[in-house]
């Protein structure tokens, strides 16, 4: 079983930078995807950033490329995500998730291939 813990969620202006971080418990050698989402209002999941845990390949959707940088820390099983020109429409609940799915390089950011979920912390971005 697979517990993921996040932290780093706050308050922030327009421009500002914020890193989220999400802690890994348990038997974490099923996995081979970690990612970031975030949900806005509304009932959709936003796929943010992934990073294949093998190979270190990151993914990013065009909204926020350029500004995040997702990243691991394997000695500390803590996966990163540093959050930077941040705007109003990055305001969002930001959940860390992991797949036991081999295959996702073309899929990284559906919801469904991803098994396990941390509880999510909210991003407040002010104009």
């Known amino acids: 079983q697979v517990q993921l813990v996040e932290s780093g969620g706050g308050s922030v202006q327009a421009g500002g930078s914020l890193r989220l971080a999400c802690r890994v418990y348990g038997y974490s050698n099923s996995l081979y995807w970690m990612a970031w989402f975030r949900q806005a209002p509304g009932p959709e999941h936003e796929g943010v950033a992934a990073i294949n845990i093998g190979s270190g390949d990151t993914y990013y959707a065009d909204s926020v490329k350029g500004r995040f940088t997702i990243s691991q820390d394997n000695a500390k099983s803590t996966l990163y995500l540093e959050m930077r020109s941040l705007k109003p429409e990055d305001t969002a609940v930001h959940y860390c998730?992991?797949?036991?799915?081999?295959?996702?390089?073309?899929?990284?950011?559906?919801?469904?291939?991803?098994?396990?979920w941390g509880q999510g912390t909210q991003v407040t971005v002010s104009p």
């Open positions: 998730a992991a797949a036991s799915t081999p295959r996702l390089t073309g899929s990284w950011w559906r919801v469904g291939p991803y098994n396990y």
